[in-house]
């Protein structure tokens, strides 16, 4: 929690989407509390927040799935996802060149250290949660329907077709056409990555 004498900023765990916002929006206006700014991974909100408040919030919060997060640790890593969330899901075609460079403006935080503390707590890399969360937008593209692979490889800035398949055989163990032909929903959700 970041608090001045005229606002309160609370970080949010498993926003990942835009219903997300509106949601936790919700629940502070249900909790007395003006929001000023939400968005995925936090909320700020008008004056402060007392203990009392704070932990009502947090069990409003619980039981529609998010978590308030206390630990700087786990607000860090909380950051680099929804950094990633965002890329891969709101900047089509528009990606950074290099994922450390982007992680690192965007957080103000050298790559290494970030990078370092990720792995530590999430059991995998961050460029391996990259993949994942690409591949399942490629997933997401492919059940639409509305796409041809390869302008999804073009909308995802991947450098080849031929790459974003080898990519998608090595996340899913099958080919994106294989994929296609699947029936019912094969999509994992995104706080799951």
């Known amino acids: 929690m970041i608090a001045t004498e005229k606002t309160t900023t609370v ?7 835009d219903r997300c916002i509106m949601a936790v929006h919700k629940t502070i206006e249900e909790m007395g509390l003006k929001p000023i700014d939400v968005k995925l991974g936090s909320a700020t909100v008008e004056g402060a927040i007392d203990d009392n408040q704070r932990q009502g919030l947090r069990k409003k919060l619980q039981s529609i799935g998010f978590e308030l997060l206390d630990d700087q640790r786990q607000r860090t890593i909380e950051q680099i996802r929804t950094a990633i969330i965002q890329l891969v899901h709101y900047n089509d075609n528009n990606s950074p060149a290099n994922l450390s460079s982007y992680l690192s403006e965007k957080l103000g935080q ?3 250290a970030l990078s370092k503390l990720f792995s530590e707590y999430a059991s995998k890399t961050i460029e391996r949660y ?31 077709t031929a790459y974003l398949s ?14 296609k032909k699947l029936q ?3 999509r994992r959700k995104l706080d799951e990555i």
Not at 130 to 153: F, N, P
Not at 168 to 178: D, E, I
Request: hydrophobic letters at 35%.
């Open 110 to 112: 050298d790559y290494s």
């Open 11 to 17: 970080f949010i765990k498993n926003m990942v989407c």
């Open 166 to 179: 080898s990519q998608f055989k090595a996340v899913t163990g099958m080919t994106p056409s294989q994929f």
């Open 130 to 160: 990259y993949m994942e969360m690409r591949i399942e937008r490629v997933k997401e593209l492919l059940t639409y329907g509305e796409l041809t692979l390869s302008q999804i490889a073009l909308k995802l800035n991947y450098s080849s």
């Open 184 to 186: 019912g929903d094969k």
